[in-house]
């Protein structure tokens, strides 16, 4: 029951609907967000873009979507994901067809052809911390330009020097990471992290609806959530 009180005569709420229905087209309340196929959902992917792929290890990867980029053939990818894949199944498709040309991520140690890229110097790596690397994405998708963490100070992540990528056919590195400006509060060492923000974001959910709110199921969330926010196009 709906309980109208006195100061609201019906004809003043009558009126509010009215202007309500009128105002905004059945269309603005029922677009849907559905794409009628696999190519049309990845059609937003160019080459050269930064692209986030959503999941933990393999719990949660998009793993439909990733094939779907692979069709697309796009190249020159940046891709931001807590890990690469493994030989043959999620990223490491797109790492063994030369698909990715920088590869941002905190954990890559289960594929083999991602490790002979990178130090063959095929490929640029960023290794970011697991914490630092979500912190990135979520405050990336608040529109947060950079936050300070205290993980990383008095390291490689913080000093730079890191090898990003090598000289083909060398062991001598190519380009190197940047030292990261630092600051101290409450008697605490920090280091300033810029965040990320792509072009593009796959995620998986367990539901969806027309209009695009997602349930995840148990830990598949993991990264999703976040990566949901961080891009011009999800």
């Keep these: 029951n709906i309980h109208i009180p006195p100061k609201y005569p ?11 229905a009128t105002t905004y087209s059945p269309k603005f309340f029922f677009t849907s967000k559905v794409c009628n196929n696999l190519q049309e959902a990845v059609s937003g992917v160019k080459s050269g873009n930064t692209v986030l792929f959503g999941g933990f290890g393999l719990c949660g990867i998009p793993e439909n979507l990733i094939q779907g980029v692979l069709d697309s053939g796009a190249t020159d990818l940046t891709c ?6 493994v030989d043959g199944f999620g990223l ?12 941002i991520a905190s954990y890559v140690g289960e594929n083999a052809e991602f490790e002979r890229q990178y130090l063959s110097g095929e490929l640029e790596v960023e290794l970011v911390p697991q914490g630092t690397l979500a912190e990135k994405i979520r405050s990336g ?21 890191f090898p990003i990528k090598f ?16 600051a101290v509060y409450n008697g605490r060492n920090y280091v300033l992290e810029d965040t990320i923000f792509g072009d593009v ?25 976040d990566m949901a926010t961080a891009a011009k196009h999800v």
Excluded: C
């Design 92 to 103: 490491g498709i797109l790492m063994s067809q030369r698909r990715i040309k920088r590869m």
């Design 141 to 161: 998708g608040a529109g947060i330009p950079a936050y300070y963490t205290p993980t990383g100070f008095g390291t490689l992540v913080q000093e730079g020097g």
């Design 10 to 20: 019906m004809f003043k709420l009558s009126k509010f609907v009215h202007k309500t």
């Design 80 to 85: 931001v994901s807590n890990n690469a894949g």
């Design 201 to 225: 974001a796959f995620v998986k959910a367990w539901k969806a609806d027309t209009r695009g709110n997602l349930v995840y199921r148990k830990t598949t969330r993991n990264f999703n959530q």
């Design 167 to 182: 000289k083909q056919g060398t062991n001598e590195p190519e380009i190197l990471s940047k030292p990261k400006a630092t």
